[in-house]
């Protein structure tokens, strides 16, 4: 489906707010097709390192994407996610339940952290050429 909505993984969001040209239009892009969804923990990674100046900012960049709420069949993945990959990959409880996100809502994660993700296939990831745009 060439227009399966996509996660921005809280990296991507950073990239964005740090005026990374690339990023920029790639996420105005997908805006414009309403295909761009965030998820609470986005929120919780991205207000927990910015600064009260960057607040409004950051409060508008939100408001123009999709949240994707978490629920208890997700929380539940995310358990089974960190039984597994905690030990071998280091996964933390945020990317676990991000990665629950992207499959309980068949939407693609568009992250520069793969590796992260172990729990997700290559067709999971949102692939975004920058010299090319997607």
């Given at each position: 489906m060439k227009n399966r909505p996509v996660i921005a993984d809280?990296?991507?969001l950073?990239?964005?707010l740090r005026g990374?040209?690339?990023i920029v239009k790639e996420v105005v892009s997908l805006i414009s097709k309403d295909?761009?969804?965030i998820t609470p923990i986005n929120i919780a990674e991205i207000f927990a390192g910015s600064k009260k100046k960057e607040e409004e900012t950051i409060t508008n960049m939100f408001s123009s994407m999709h949240v994707i709420e978490i629920n208890d069949e997700m929380g539940k993945n995310a358990g089974k996610f960190l039984n597994q990959f905690s030990k071998s990959h280091n996964l933390e409880i945020a990317d676990a339940l991000i990665a629950s996100a992207v499959v309980y809502?068949?939407?693609k994660?568009?992250?520069?952290n793969k590796k992260h993700y172990p729990m997700l296939q290559k067709n999971d990831f949102?692939?975004?050429d920058s010299q090319h745009g997607k």
């Open positions: 809280s990296d991507i950073i990239w964005h990374m040209n690339e295909i761009l969804f809502g068949k939407v994660l568009w992250t520069l949102y692939e975004f």
